[in-house]
């Protein structure tokens, strides 16, 4: 084999469609344009969305939703998670050093789902009523 020998696969390149050519070339008079308007003429653009003057659906719509600030510096930590940990006091910087949570979160919350056995320290993290109630049956406490 020889690089002038080389060659693309068959169909893998197209030649380019040469419009407004005359009417044996299929794409003659208005080069696939249509009659008329504005996308027919040269410079004929508007806006994604764009309904013609018509107030657009995206601002016909209502705006829904809210997300709150302090929900991205807040996370959830489940008791099971906090068994798993060889530390008495846990703090949020505990949680952060364990991959409990991401480095940037400020706010931590202890929930109920699974299992204490071990009594532990939370301090400066909060907790859910069921949580606290099986932190302190572990002989733990919660100080926030």
């Not at 998670?81 to 400020?106: C, F, G, P, R, W």
């Not at 204490?116 to 100080?143: D, F, M, R």
């Amino acid at each position: 084999m020889k690089l002038n020998t080389i060659s693309p696969a068959e169909g893998e390149k197209t030649s380019r469609k040469r419009v407004g050519r005359g009417i044996g070339s299929g794409f003659g008079k208005t080069a696939g344009r249509g009659h008329k308007g504005q996308k027919s003429r040269s410079g004929g653009f508007h806006k994604i969305g764009f309904e013609g003057g018509q107030m657009p659906l995206q601002r016909r719509l209502p705006k829904v939703g809210f997300s709150s600030r302090i929900s991205r510096i807040t996370d959830e930590v489940t008791l099971g998670e906090i068994n798993k940990l060889d530390e008495k006091e846990i703090t949020v910087d505990v949680l952060k050093a364990h991959n409990l949570i991401s480095k940037n979160i400020q706010r931590v919350k202890v929930i109920l789902s699974g299992e204490i056995t071990k009594p532990v320290k939370l301090i400066g993290i909060k907790a859910t009523k069921g949580a606290q109630a099986a932190i302190e049956k572990a002989k733990g406490s919660v100080s926030n």
